[in-house]
């Protein structure tokens, strides 16, 4: 069957250090990859996408990693703050032009 | 968010009664869709539509129906309510002319409680 996993369901770091989020499909082909944050009482919002030859992207303090063949993307928040603190989710979007999500992964960063 | 509205907010109801949620939207985008977020089963399509023509079931349509009355508006209904179907709801828009990349833009989601 079809899944996307995201590491934890919850990760705390200290502020100043670089926060990994890890996403992971299986049974997918994704064309692009897309990470949202999800803050509470409000909708997702996109912060990056990533194509599927694309090896990294990076926005200001944002770098995400793509590998296919481990069917696993990685998303960085370096110098983290605590206005960096929310969920963060992963889409994976399909030839079908349709995005699946994951169950995300809520981040706090602790001053 | 303010681009795209959902109303209402929050909307507490009762077993078998019919409910509707409207989403409204200022984007032009063509593409609408409907979701609903539980605690860790993520964001799951109830339904989408790419034109004002057009509709299509996503994951979990079961117990759902939708209408696009225009390009701008696009209405959930829960023609029977059920208690699990409490969960948060969420509109999304897509613009097509970014080809194929389907870039999300959310509302503010509305919280249903089905007693």
């Known amino acids: 069957s079809q899944k996307i996993e995201q590491n934890s369901e919850a990760l705390n770091i200290q502020e100043g250090k670089t926060a990994t989020l890890t996403c992971n499909y299986t049974?997918?082909?994704?064309?692009?990859l897309q990470w949202y944050r999800q803050d509470p009482g409000r909708g997702p919002v996109f912060l990056l996408l990533?194509?599927?030859?694309?090896k990294e992207k990076r926005k200001e303090r944002l770098k995400v990693t793509f590998d296919t063949t481990l069917k696993q993307s990685l998303f960085h928040i370096t110098a983290s703050q605590p206005a960096d603190s929310a969920t963060y989710l992963c889409a994976l979007q399909t030839g079908a032009n349709n995005l699946f999500f994951g169950t995300g992964t809520r981040l706090t960063v602790i001053p | 968010d303010a681009d795209v509205t959902q109303t209402p907010r929050n909307r507490i109801t009762k077993t078998g009664k019919r409910i509707m949620l409207e989403c409204s939207q200022t984007k032009g985008h063509d593409r609408m869709y409907w979701y609903r977020q539980d605690p860790g089963l993520g964001l799951r399509l109830i339904y989408y539509?790419?034109?004002?023509?057009?509709?299509n079931k996503g994951e979990i349509s079961d117990g759902y129906s939708v209408s696009r009355q225009a390009q701008a508006k696009f209405s959930l209904s829960l023609e029977s309510a059920i208690p699990n179907q409490t969960a948060l709801y969420f509109c999304a828009t897509s613009d097509p002319t970014s080809g194929s990349i389907e870039t999300q833009y959310f509302g503010p989601g509305t919280r249903l409680l089905v007693l």
């Open positions: 049974n997918y082909s994704p064309a692009y």
């Open positions: 539509s790419f034109d004002v023509k057009d509709i």
């Open positions: 990533i194509r599927e030859n694309e």
